[in-house]
Structure formats: structure tokens, C-alpha cells
């Protein structure tokens, strides 16, 4: 979305816009679940684990981490990875706020 366009919405709309996008494509939704159940940085390859090409995978561990939902470290050629815990609950937060938000009208639209 252009700057233009995204200017007329707020913050929050905007933010969790940006969130929903990174999280719309399945390699990098494998990618957080495997960080999660390993519960620690991996420094190892993901290449095994998601079963993509390298600069694939960099590719996607970049749109994470510029949304703030991974963070890491590079020391030499090794880089390493782990889920952002205080990111990953403030994007659960504007997640579930979002989902629930409740209708007012009882009425069915359609």
C-alpha cells in the first residue's frame, strides 16, 4: 500500500495490517512455529526444516524480523534466531482485540 493511501488510516490499522501480511504466508508461519517449539535461537538451517532454498528462507526471516516478531544475532557468518517474546504477546494482544470485537446488531446482513 502506497504512503499516500496508508496515511488514512490509523496507526493500529496500519501496524496490524503490516502484521497480518507477513503472517499470510506459510513458509513464514513454519518458520515461527518451528522457533516456537524449539523455544530457543536456532542458529542452525532452516533450509532442512522448511524445506526451501537459502536465500528463500533469508528472504522470510527478514519480513519477520522487520515486523519485530523475530529477532537475532550475527556473529561472523552465523546468525541466529529466536521469537521476539514481548513482540510476539503485543501482536497476540492486537490480534485477539481485533477477533473480538463483537457486533452490535443481532440482525444477520446477508
Known amino acids: 500500500m502506497g504512503l499516500t493511501k496508508s496515511e488514512k488510516f490509523s496507526a493500529e490499522q496500519n501496524e496490524l495490517s503490516s502484521i497480518c501480511k507477513?503472517?499470510?504466508h506459510p513458509a513464514r508461519i513454519a518458520i515461527l512455529q518451528h522457533l516456537y517449539k524449539?523455544?530457543?535461537c536456532i542458529c542452525g538451517d532452516l533450509v532442512e526444516e522448511i524445506g526451501l532454498a537459502q536465500p528463500t528462507i533469508s528472504q522470510?526471516?527478514?519480513e519477520l524480523k522487520?515486523?519485530?516478531l523475530i529477532q537475532g544475532t550475527i556473529?561472523?557468518?552465523s546468525v541466529c534466531y529466536c521469537i521476539n517474546?514481548?513482540?510476539w504477546l503485543e501482536m497476540r494482544n492486537q490480534l485477539n482485540e481485533?477477533?473480538?470485537l463483537e457486533f452490535i446488531s443481532g440482525k444477520n446482513c446477508c
Do not use: M, P, W, Y
Request: no cysteine; hydrophobic share 40%.
Open 22 to 24: 507477513v503472517l499470510a
Open 38 to 40: 524449539i523455544d530457543s
Open 85 to 87: 517474546k514481548d513482540r
Open 75 to 77: 556473529e561472523g557468518t
Open 98 to 100: 481485533f477477533l473480538d
Open 60 to 62: 522470510h526471516l527478514r
Open 66 to 68: 522487520q515486523v519485530g
